[in-house]
């Protein structure tokens, strides 16, 4: 879903007039926090480097301001259920944490604020916020929902194939493949031996299978979860290929992939256990690190494979948004906290900490691609990403439950592609059908 | 305690004074949400639908009869059930036997209290540790089965063997349970009638199976009756090390039923299920209760 024209045209003026009050009135976080001072924000963070990251920064922000952040971790599968029940209990969370899949639902439940309330506030509007120096696939996928802004984007991934250059180089590489069925009919049958495996793609059944395993090889083969009229459009011929790829292509994945989740196919390659694999590229200084690694020395980066339909990369992370429950201090305060930690002043700080900032600024700096290998192909694939990688709208959580049910007995072998493909079609209808997509009661977005 | 002078019974207001707070108490904690659970169940109602809330009969306990994604869960759950069910009962009969021999006291005590390490182990806690020590490359348990000549096993990434995992992982936890309470079961047969059927014969079976076993009735259907419960509404464990996976292979009915009330919202059709899971649960007891103290 692309950004209103007329919204985006306003949030610029806005904050381009912003930037001249500013320079006169010479806005700082300092002066613009006071009123603010000694207010407690709490916010969901994960139990990666991003946030980890952003929370190594907090303390200048909290000297700066005054204002307390509350962070409460989960791990990412507790994320959504936490916040959901915290929402509907009206209960203290003042920041939400947007996957790029709860956008539709946080936002049509009226759990947000949409950014113009602040951004339309030269109290509280930094003239720097710069809205266009997001890159707009990203803004527009993970902050946006029906022409309006909610979010920031915050520790932001595409997928990249992560390789092992020394294995691929031993068995007669040159570099990586480009496409998926190179590494599948070249690669595979090479690197796979001697109880190494060439490739590792993360199926746990959450929401990895539906979208590190099932939406990434449905995209590049041309294939869809829904066609135009939003019907089930698994059982395409596109849809098919991809689905029946990643069957041919476990032979040279490490045994019991459906039950490797992110953790443990990192972990896979950097013991060395396989020569690639497909991941966020927030696993980048997990990788790189050679307290981390063993194979922090010959790990590259480069963009996803492409399929017949074009590289199609993932698209995952997160955004920030005020939540509408919070009252009006905590909002003021939580509005502050976002715009500070997601600025183009921060981005080069918070991608030297391990985080992955998605302002297209930080990465034309002299130096920043050549000392993050994972940049070049990271600015590649936001280029052209699709928004609805995985649909966004408010029925996702129901949708990949069933994604993960029947993907991952797919994947066993427990029905075949086809019988699996028109099971989870048939359900993830019903599930639309409920929702009034097919009466006209919601509009077909995504 | 005031009691009723010319009758000698205790008054009214006595007994309610004392059962009062337990029945209220009960009524909150217990009763309260059970009825909330009911009324979910006659709703649509989605956590993140909240605007859509409406009454529709028994329409989601239709959905969860005809769905055979519970049935396979209820299925897969009655199978860990008959299976570790009786291997416990038979360990911790074991066990109880053989602690209830005298002599060696202080190694007996020792067990006793080691018998409680595993049921004192938080179930979510056994869950991580036997993701751990099944993993297929690191994990001790391939270990252990390399020094005796075998290849490693996929226990987690292997429908059957993720299934034989937490049975196996089920079976250790409680086996010790049921133990101890059996051996509290045979500490009330009569030392007089136990010494007096060991003179008669040298069968230990038979000694057990007339002299010991009949005053172990009320201690089995004890344990019939707590091991069924909570092997029905057993999650932890099982969510944490293999959460309901490879594909649906260790999904038991608990898993299901917190999959679709927190993880896809649908708290009405999730409070069906559950609802069902509960009258399966009383039923069963009933039965145990009436074949079992047939018996006595």
Redesign the interface.
Known sequence: MKLNPTLRSLLVAGTCWLGVIGTAGAWTLEEAAKPYAGTTVDVVFLLRPGYEAAEAMLPEFEEKTGIKINIIKHPYENA??EQ??DF?ANGDLDIALIDLVWIG?FAE?DWLLPISEFTSNPELADPDLDIDDFFPLVLNAFGGWNGEVYGLPFDNYSGLLFYNECMLKDAGFDGPPGTWSELKDTYGPALTKDGKYAFALQS???ETQSADSFARVLWPFGGSFLDDDFKSNLMSAESQAGLKFRQDLMQYM???????DHAEAVNALAQG?VAMLTEWSAFYSTLKSPDTSKVADCLKIAPEPSGPAGRKPALGGFSLAVAAQADEKERAASWLFIQWVTSKANALEYLERGGVPARQSVYEQDGVAEKYDFVPALVESWQDGVPEFRPRF?EW??IT?IVQ?WG??I??G?VSTEEGAEELGKRMEAVLEEAGYYSGEKPLAQ | MPVNASSGTIRRSTILAFLGPSVVTLLVIGIGPLLYAVWTSLHYFN????KKVKFIGMENYASVLTDS?FWEALGRTFLLLVISLPIQLAIGLGIALLLHQPGVGFLKTLTRLSLVLPMATTYAVVGLLGQVMFN??YGVVNQLIGFVGFDPV?W????TN?FIAITFWDIWQWTPFVALVLLAGLTTVPSEIEEAAKLETKRWFTVLRYVQLPFLIPALTAVLILRTADTLKLFDMVFTM????????TELISLMIQ??G?????QGLASAQAIILLIITIILSQLYIRLLYKEV
């Open positions: 959504l259920g959901v029940r509907v639902n439940n746990k059944r959450n490490p045994e019991g992939i459906v039950a490797y256990d408010a959580p129901e439950e049910e991952s007995k994947m066993l427990e | 956590l993140t639908k909240l994604v297929l490359k996929n987690i990434g292997d429908p993720a293999t959460r309901g996976g490879p594909g649906s292979s999959r679709v927190f993880r896809s919202f649908d």
